[in-house]
């Protein structure tokens, strides 16, 4: 480890930033070297005027890893950095930090830095998605701008933890839709504040239409070639048929969109864009406009398997499709979206990694560790998602997310210090939390189980999760889990199995209720026959009541379909596999993918949805 101020230059241009939520900012070197850099903003690398790759940006607190680059035959070096002011832009990204830089671990290293006025910002679609990018013809910098010297004593930059990302060329099919209608007025999408809003407004039957088609849901970064005397709209989604955007309000944030200005050649937005539909609309035919793409992706090397049929295969390599999109310098949600590194999300993508790939852990345990930097003693808990927002943000306490990290880390963790955090947490968790029963009581935060819109008390959003002390009530899957992590780690869970059943078991259902003043509910049902030993009869009476919900598919989302399996899998690994099979093979043969939710207007592609490979692969 080296601190960066010992033997780096670490610089940071001097520009007015009050007014700036995003800036792409141009730094230029000479080449003849091997790049050490550092920074905890995202980067493009550009060798002689052609995309080399990306980096930074990945950070924890205090840490940045250090990207190594060749650019031994290359004349000139350009680092375009994406700036985000982390007081102005509320964007669940990754974290943004208040002190940004960019470092050369070269002492000697001579820099310039330019505003990149190639690429202006127009209106941000929604807080979970960046600003939209108005990309404009190259014109000559301006003046240089000061680069000071920015010394960061507190942080350390270090070797990498994880390979680097690569980008793959991606080949492109293209499909033309007839115009319906005709533009009442000139269409200038450069010229707008919301690209995407104005597009709408001009009415999609009235434009020129092309679509994209790429091979995976992904990461991908694109580049614009735009002779056109008129300028391009932009719309990036995962599914093809363009008015679903405005089908439903949750497809609205599966899609974000840039304008190309007449006369770009070569362009490119700044960052990565995840989709696999790309939509170019224009207000003359837009036959003319050239779009490359690369697809962004951590180089995962996949186990040799052998499934037993066509249809677990199928779902098998939805999964591996699931990874692709949502492995990103950590384990992350989605690749459309915010692109945090949710620690729930994690335990199924960890299993996944494990099982399907051969260098998948350092990936979780890179994560992992990251995570376990928001850890609050205070709370005894880790964040619900890190590293989002800022170094301070603390506004996610969530207890089954945590436990969630916990029996992450006990499975798939092997450093000591991750290890004894986690026995520390859940003895600590004796201490505040438990009540002389031993039963665990409503722990503060936010108490997510599940997407269940019939459910409210599954999402929990308001209904007991923000109380700011703990109240007497108690949570059948914080329970659960919490006795599962006890006894993983080897704690003495201190309350009976038996006890802990009681308290939640509807006798007149055989299900289990979230709380014991509520109704029954599949979730808290999974949970408890999953994590906590079961009498026999008394579990194949409650898996007949989850097996005999009519709406059981509408009540579970893939994620939640991991427990439910493992519940069946307590009684009979053959129902678990006959379970997964129905619920997502369809899935994952009309999509490739396995979605977010219990339907398909959401994410196409979650890191959450693959837990069930622990089932399917031995």
């Known amino acids: ?28 070197t000479s080449g003849g070297r091997r790049l050490q850099l550092a920074s905890n903003c995202a980067y493009e690398l550009w060798l002689d005027g052609a995309f080399a790759g990306a980096g930074g940006l990945r950070c924890a607190p205090g840490t940045v890893e250090i990207d190594t680059w060749d650019a031994t035959h290359a004349a000139t070096v350009w680092v375009r950095l994406q700036y985000l002011n982390s007081e102005t832009v509320s964007l669940w990204f990754r974290c943004l930090f208040p002190d940004p830089f960019l470092a050369d671990l070269d002492p000697t290293a001579k820099w310039v830095c ?66 319906r209608g005709g533009l009442r007025s000139p ?25 994209g088609r790429l091979p995976l849901i992904g990461l991908h970064r694109v580049e614009v070639r735009n002779p056109l005397a008129a300028g391009v709209a932009l719309l990036y989604g995962e599914v093809e048929d363009l008015n679903l955007i405005t089908a439903h309000h949750e497809r609205t944030k599966v899609h974000l969109a ?41 180089p995962l090397e996949w186990a040799r398997l052998s499934p037993p049929d066509d249809l677990s295969a199928d779902i098998l390599q939805a999964c591996r499709n699931n990874l692709t999109a949502c492995i990103d310098g950590g384990a992350v949600d989605t ?83 991750l290890l004894a955090l986690v026995r520390e947490s859940l003895l600590k968790w004796r201490a505040l939390y438990r009540r002389d029963d031993g039963l665990v009581v409503d722990v503060p935060g936010w108490h997510f189980v599940d997407w269940d819109t019939r459910d409210p008390q599954a999402a929990d959003t308001g209904h007991r999760g923000m109380r700011r002390q703990p109240g007497p009530m108690c949570h059948a899957v914080v329970n659960a889990w919490h006795f599962e992590a006890c006894v993983r780690a080897g704690h ?52 007949a009541f989850i097996t ?14 991991y427990f439910v399996a493992g519940a069946l899998a307590r009684h009979d690994p053959a129902r678990a596999i006959d379970y997964i099979r129905r619920r997502y093979g369809p899935v994952a ?30």
């Not at 101020?5 to 700036?20: G, L, Q, S, T």
């Not at 301006?142 to 390979?163: F, M, Q, T, Y």
């Not at 029954?520 to 009869?537: E, F, I, Q, Y």
């Not at 043969?589 to 959450?608: I, P, Q, V």
């Open 1 to 28: 480890m080296r601190l960066i101020a010992d033997n780096a230059r670490v610089m940071w241009p001097v520009f007015d930033a009050r007014d700036v939520r995003e800036a792409s900012l141009l730094f230029v």
């Open 114 to 179: 330019h505003r990149d006025d190639s690429v202006t910002f127009a209106a941000q679609m929604d807080r979970q998605l960046a600003f939209q990018n108005v990309v404009r013809a190259p014109v000559a910098p301006g003046a240089p701008l000061p680069l000071e010297s920015a010394e960061r004593p507190d942080w350390v930059a270090v070797e990498p933890a994880i390979a680097p990302l690569r980008h793959v060329p991606v080949a492109i099919e293209w499909t033309d839709t007839p115009r």
């Open 187 to 211: 269409f200038e999408p450069h010229r707008l504040a919301d690209v995407f809003a104005g597009t709408r407004q001009a009415g999609l039957k009235n434009l020129f239409h092309r679509t």
């Open 258 to 298: 840039d304008a190309v200005a007449p006369g770009v050649i070569g362009g490119a937005p700044v960052g990565q864009r995840g989709c696999r539909y790309i939509h170019v609309l224009g207000g003359v035919p837009a036959g003319a406009v050239e779009v490359t793409a690369w697809r962004q992706e951590y």
């Open 335 to 417: 690749c459309w979206r915010e692109r945090a590194q949710w620690t729930g999300d994690l335990r199924m993508s960890a299993i996944a990694l494990e099982k399907l790939t051969t260098n998948g852990l350092p990936v979780v345990e890179r994560a992992l560790a990251q995570i376990a930097t928001s850890y609050d003693p205070a709370a005894a808990m880790v964040q619900g998602a890190w590293p989002v927002r800022r170094p301070d943000y603390r506004g996610l306490a969530m207890p089954t997310y945590h436990l969630a990290f916990c029996l992450t880390a006990l499975r798939h963790g092997r450093d000591p210090r």
């Open 492 to 543: 003495d869970p201190g309350v009976d199995p038996d006890r802990l059943h009681h308290a939640f078991y509807d006798p007149a259902t055989h299900g289990y209720r979230l709380y014991p003043d509520g109704g029954p509910s599949v979730h808290a049902t999974a949970a408890m026959l999953g994590s906590v030993p079961t009498d026999p009869r008394l579990l194949e009476r409650s898996l």
């Open 548 to 561: 005999g919900m009519a709406d059981l598919d509408e009540r579970v989302t893939l994620y939640y379909g």
């Open 589 to 618: 043969r009309t999509y490739g993918t396995l979605y977010e939710k219990t339907h398909d207007r959401a994410s196409l592609a979650h890191g959450w949805s693959v837990g069930i490979v622990d089932f399917l692969v031995p």
